[in-house]
């Protein structure tokens, strides 16, 4: 079992930036790959970010490339999303995701475990 804790969602102006964390426990952090998603009231989930065991590959959707940046530090169990210029559009519960096996990193249906969801608002 892996058990996930998202952080750091709020409110925020359009441009502005936010930082959320996903706090891992239970299983050895380091072996699988991670990703973040997102869901907007009315909208089904989506993929926003993925990362893989090392942190060495990362891949992200079109509408946030060149602004938001994944990254993990094995060292403390945590994984991040830096998202940068932020745009109402962006306004959604943000969730973490653990990957055990292979697949792409972009589909929901290749995860494993989530976690609650922190709610990320962008104001106009």
């Known amino acids: 079992q892996v058990q996930l804790v998202e952080s750091g969602g709020g409110l925020v102006q359009a441009g502005g930036s936010l930082r959320l964390s996903c706090a891992a426990s239970?299983?050895?952090?380091?072996?699988?790959?991670m990703g973040w998603f997102r869901q907007a009231p009315g909208k089904e989930r989506e993929f926003v970010a993925g990362?893989?065991?090392?942190?060495?590959?990362?891949y992200y959707a079109d509408s946030v490339k060149g602004r938001f940046a994944i990254s993990r530090d094995n060292a403390k169990n945590t994984m991040y999303l830096q998202m940068n210029s932020l745009k109402p559009e962006d306004t959604a519960v943000y969730s973490c995701?653990?990957?055990?096996?292979?697949?792409?990193?972009?589909?929901?249906?290749?995860?494993?475990?989530w976690g609650q969801g922190t709610q990320v608002t962008v104001s106009s």
């Open positions: 995701a653990v990957k055990v096996s292979g697949g792409r990193y972009s589909y929901t249906l290749n995860y494993d475990y």
């Open positions: 990362i893989s065991m090392s942190g060495v590959n990362t």
């Open positions: 239970g299983r050895t952090f380091s072996s699988y790959g």
